[in-house]
């Protein structure tokens, strides 16, 4: 049974960073997909961040290229998403969400929620002016 926990979130001010975990308890088989959402007040949940463990590949929304970070313990079964140079804009609740993933979901699909069945309850992420 997977069950992911996340972890991290807070109220910063802008420019500041914070490290987001999500813990999963069960087992992921097959190429396993991992991703980071977030939805904010009124807005859409919007795909944040991705990877693939299979391919090593990663993938990034536009808005926070060069800024966040996502990178996997697996080890610890742990994926990570490191937030630096936060703005307002970045706040919302951050989900994380996993698939066992026979294939791979690919750049698009890989930031929709369509792609992933298990889902983590949200950190909330406040970013002050």
């Known amino acids: 049974q997977v069950q992911l926990v996340e972890s991290g979130g807070g109220s910063v001010q802008a420019g500041r960073s914070l490290r987001l975990s999500c813990t999963n308890s069960?087992?992921?088989?097959?190429?396993?997909?991992m991703a980071w959402f977030r939805q904010a007040p009124g807005q859409e949940r919007e795909g944040v961040a991705a990877?693939?463990?299979?391919?090593?590949?990663?993938y990034y929304a536009d808005s926070v290229k060069g800024r966040f970070t996502i990178s996997q313990d697996n080890t610890k079964n742990t994926l990570y998403l490191q937030m630096n140079s936060l703005k307002p804009e970045d706040t919302a609740m951050y989900y994380c969400?996993?698939?066992?993933?026979?294939?791979?979901?690919?750049?698009?699909?890989?930031?929709?929620?369509?792609?992933?069945?298990?889902w983590g309850q949200g950190t909330q992420v406040t970013v002050s002016s």
């Open positions: 969400a996993a698939d066992p993933c026979p294939n791979e979901l690919g750049p698009i699909r890989s930031l929709q929620e369509v792609g992933y069945n298990y």
């Open positions: 069960g087992i992921l088989y097959y190429g396993k997909c």
């Open positions: 990877v693939y463990a299979r391919g090593n590949n990663y």
